[in-house]
């Protein structure tokens, strides 16, 4: 049995972030959101042939490697269509910018060569710092990280890990050889950018969740991304199958809320938030202080809608229900 943290408030709300999330159906169990309190155009290859002297084919040993500038065009395709398409076409190749000796492959949109350098390119950063952090191969424009529109459009959307491909509709990677890399090496944090979609996810639903009107809504200054590795997820998903078995002051547990209001009173300015997926399981809905002062028989989760739900207490009684996916910094 846990004890009561105030510094921990999640929500029940299935919304914005379930979806953004993507999180499966489970039934009886409502899968919550939670806050808590804790601390086209396109872009394709402009392709080149290589000179010929004497009426002599060149090389196939050695392509045509052409300038950036006849390499790439800018284009207007916002998002995933535009990361599809980056990947260079037709006989035109260019160098992994990671090792700088293999060819570029399509499976990484261009720009890298292996999972390795995938790798490499997380862990160490962009080995050109002048560098667009979307395409990789032109400057980037003076006081921005991209070389133009296009890019940036391409960066509001990118995976969260490589940052070359487009994340997976509603989820933060693109696909399993991210998810890959990120297990190896969780469980970590990332700081998602400012002008990523993800970031504006999780302030629109912070601003939503606010249900208090003594005071304004505090500015979000920093949101990092949380990824576990499987064995701190693997309780959480055996706990969402459990209770979905329809067979099987209230308390200690842990003490949560779906008001960022509520949750923010107490962190304040210097403290920090998480944003939580929760499993409620069967809800016990009370309406008074000290109605249940432990998890009733029967149940999963104690419901409190204090003052019409502006001061929502939401009480879950398993480590096991609840998993951190967002830090949210003030300050």
Known sequence: MKTRTKDVENSKESGPLNEALDLPPVA?????????SSDGGSVRSKLKKAPRSNGAAASPSVPAVPSIKESMTTGSTKGRSVLKKSALTGTTRLHCVVCKVHWASSEYSGIACSLTCIERFWQDGPTDPRMCNACHRRPKL???????????????????????????????????????????????????PRDHTVYDMVERHFKRAWKGSHSSIPAITKVFKIIENEDLQRPYELYRVDVADPNGAFGQGIYTSSASSKAYDFCKADGALLLNKVVLGRVRQVNNWYEVTNCPQGYNSVVFEHKNGTRNETILYSDDAIRPVFLIMFQ
């Open 28 to 36: 009886p169990p409502r899968n919550a959101t939670t806050i808590s």
């Open 142 to 192: 003076q006081d921005q990280q991209q070389c133009g529109g296009t890019c940036a459009d391409m960066a509001k959307a990118a995976c969260l890990v490589c940052k070359f491909r487009p994340k997976d509709g509603k989820h933060d990677l693109c696909g399993l050889t991210c998810k890959r890399v990120a297990m190896k090496l969780a469980p970590f944090i990332l700081e998602v």
